[in-house]
Nanobody
Framework: QGQLVESGGGLVQPGESLRLSCTSS????????MAWYRQAPGKQREFLVT???????NYGGSVQGRFTISRDTAKNTVYLQMNSLKPDDSGVYYC????????WGRGTEVTVSS
């Protein structure tokens, strides 16, 4: 089965920004919705935002106004621009297709700490 690859995480201070990327060499995103999820330590994976094939989006309440999802169909990549990061945003971030049974990637870890 195809593999999702997330990248762009790191250690940042509160208020800073990061841009995460999600791509795959085997799964083609273009005609599918793609979503970002977050799993904080000791918690279940949480839905953050979906972008649909037509570019429309659906944000979860915890990140709306601070995070922006986008996609580059030519690069088969989905992005998550994260601004005004807070310590509660720390966790492992994953992307996936919310309507298909694709395997989860390894995620990319984000730590927001002063």
């Amino acid at each position: 089965q195809g593999q999702l690859v997330e990248s762009g995480g790191g250690l940042v201070q509160p208020g800073e920004s990061l841009r995460l990327s999600c791509t795959s060499s085997t799964l083609i995103f273009n005609n599918y919705p793609m979503a970002w999820y977050r799993q904080a330590p000791g918690k279940q994976r949480e839905f953050l935002v979906t972008i649909y094939a037509d570019g429309s989006t659906n944000y979860g309440g915890s990140v709306q106004g601070r995070f922006t999802i986008s996609r580059d169909t030519a690069k088969n990549t989905v992005y998550l621009q994260m601004n005004s990061l807070k310590p509660d945003d720390s966790g492992v971030y994953y992307c996936n297709n919310p309507h298909q049974d694709w395997s989860w990637g390894r995620g990319t870890e984000v730590t927001v700490s002063s």
